[in-house]
């Protein structure tokens, strides 16, 4: 029929890329819900410092999937397909015109097609790749600082115990066997980082559920299947997408 556009399902995410997502969407998830126990403990009755520790040990063990999964997919980045590589995430020169002409598509009613990220999506994609980044390196700081955990856990062990204490005998949470003034540094040191991860967190409180948003308003504006693509790999594209290049 004239004037009628052809659809077409395009293979865009592949299997590494969609497992990363679901499996950071779930990390993520979880790492929110025993933060905000954590952090709400004592209005929860929690107070024990047993129940703290593990509480403590859960977040961080969910933390290292989450991290490992995270740096692979940094790797992946530099060999996946075209559409996994940060050449198509990380917004590049052009950003802006390309932007523009996306939103003024959107505001025609006639929203440009893409295989991969749109440039509004880019954008935002680049945002929480950095927010996570933030997440990453503040917890495992925090991991080895506050539960003595690897990779830095070792090393905070032998600096805070006290004279003939082996490092091995240092408990979290416990001082018997710590330098004071050591432990005071210690504590003075994690401070900071910990501000950064809890305040950075609600920022990717915010940042999930706008992702959320977004993706159903593009699911009713542009119909192109994003939740089922990134399950199956393809997107429903009209016509010809604008980066198929």
């Known amino acids: 029929m004239a004037?009628?556009?052809?659809?077409?399902?395009?293979?865009?995410?592949?299997?590494?890329?969609r497992v990363f997502?679901?499996?950071?969407?779930?990390?993520?998830?979880?790492?929110?819900?025993?933060?905000?126990?954590?952090?709400?403990?004592?209005?929860?009755?929690?107070?024990?410092?047993?129940?703290?520790?593990?509480?403590?040990?859960?977040h961080v063990t969910v933390g290292y999937v989450f991290v490992l999964n995270l740096v692979w997919r940094i790797v992946w980045g530099f060999i996946g397909n075209r559409h996994a590589r940060w050449t198509a995430i990380i917004p590049g020169p052009g950003t802006g015109r390309r932007l523009r002409a996306y939103l003024a598509s959107l505001q025609?009613?006639?929203?440009?097609?893409?295989?991969?990220?749109?440039?509004?999506?880019?954008?935002?994609?680049?945002?929480?790749?950095?927010?996570?980044l933030v997440m990453a390196t503040t917890g495992l700081i925090r991991a080895g600082t506050d539960i003595y955990y690897p990779p830095l856990g070792v090393?905070?062990?032998?600096?805070?115990?006290?004279?003939?204490?082996?490092?091995?005998?240092?408990?979290?949470?416990?001082e018997s066997n710590v330098d004071p003034e050591r432990y005071r540094q210690l504590k003075e040191f994690k401070k900071p980082?910990?501000?950064?991860?809890?305040?950075?967190?609600?920022?990717?409180?915010?940042?999930?559920?706008?992702?959320?948003?977004?993706?159903?308003?593009?699911?009713?504006?542009?119909?192109?299947?994003?939740?089922?693509?990134?399950?199956?790999?393809?997107?429903?594209?009209?016509g010809d997408p604008v980066d198929d290049d």
Request: a neutral charge.
């Open 193 to 238: 980082f910990g501000l950064v991860h809890i305040y950075t967190s609600y920022f990717l409180m915010f940042l999930v559920a706008a992702h959320i948003g977004a993706v159903v308003f593009a699911e009713i504006r542009e119909g192109n299947g994003l939740v089922s693509a990134m399950l199956s790999g393809r997107k429903v594209i009209s």
């Open 155 to 174: 090393f905070m062990a032998d600096y805070v115990a006290a004279d003939g204490v082996d490092p091995a005998a240092v408990r979290p949470y416990d």
């Open 108 to 132: 025609q009613g006639r929203p440009q097609q893409y295989a991969g990220h749109n440039p509004a999506a880019r954008l935002s994609i680049s945002v929480i790749y950095l927010v996570l």
């Open 21 to 58: 997502h679901w499996v950071n969407f779930f990390a993520v998830l979880i790492l929110m819900f025993v933060g905000l126990v954590m952090l709400f403990k004592s209005e929860l009755g929690i107070s024990s410092v047993e129940a703290k520790i593990g509480l403590k040990t859960l």
């Open 3 to 17: 004037g009628e556009v052809q659809m077409q399902r395009v293979k865009v995410w592949d299997v590494p890329t």
